[in-house]
């Protein structure tokens, strides 16, 4: 096993009138079937590769661009305010290696639909009724951070939501 080849995935816990999307995957998934999660996936290079880069040499926002392909894909929804709230690893029973980014997101439109051989099911729950749900081991405590985030979160903090951007400034544009 390549000691620094990690498959990438990100994750959102969206938010929407104090209840968080979890989502039912399906039953024929390799990893965790039937069991409730939230929406994400895998960094795919198309993500970024096919667009031109911010700088010289980089693509920015790769994993934000990326959370929002898989949310659209998966449930049909449009996101927004994405923030990181944890990291997860693993190597799982196949010995594949895996890096999860774990954000909270706000909902921002759509009508849910899920993808068929993603999730077979979807609920909006509070944190209460989470725990009624057969969650993937961790995301009920990634539920409870993200309403401890919500809670400590002033609404004029989440509505300046700061993102990389070119500013027109540094090395290569003096």
Not at 19 to 31: D, E, G
Not at 41 to 66: C, F, H, M, Q, R
Not at 80 to 94: C, F, I
Not at 150 to 158: F, G, I, T
């Amino acid at each position: 096993m390549d000691q620094y080849l990690h498959e990438v995935a990100i994750t959102a816990i969206i938010y929407h009138r104090n209840k968080y999307l979890i989502i039912q995957r399906s039953k024929n998934k390799k990893r965790f079937p039937s069991m409730w999660t939230v929406p994400g996936g895998k960094l795919e290079i198309s993500d970024y590769a096919s667009l031109p880069k911010d700088t010289k040499d980089y693509w920015y926002n790769v994993l934000e661009k990326t959370l929002a392909r898989e949310v659209r894909e998966e449930v049909g929804l449009e996101i927004s305010h994405v923030e990181y709230l944890t990291s997860l690893a693993t190597v799982h029973s196949d010995g594949a290696p895996s890096l999860v980014i774990s954000c909270l997101a706000k909902f921002k439109s759509g009508k849910i639909k899920l993808q068929k051989e993603e999730a077979d099911s979807f609920v909006w729950v509070s944190l209460k009724e989470a725990k009624k749900y057969d969650l993937i081991d961790g995301i009920y405590d990634e539920l409870v951070m993200a309403e401890r985030k919500l809670n400590s979160l002033s609404a004029s903090r989440r509505s300046k939501k700061v993102i990389w951007k070119k500013s027109g400034r540094g090395r290569g544009n003096e």
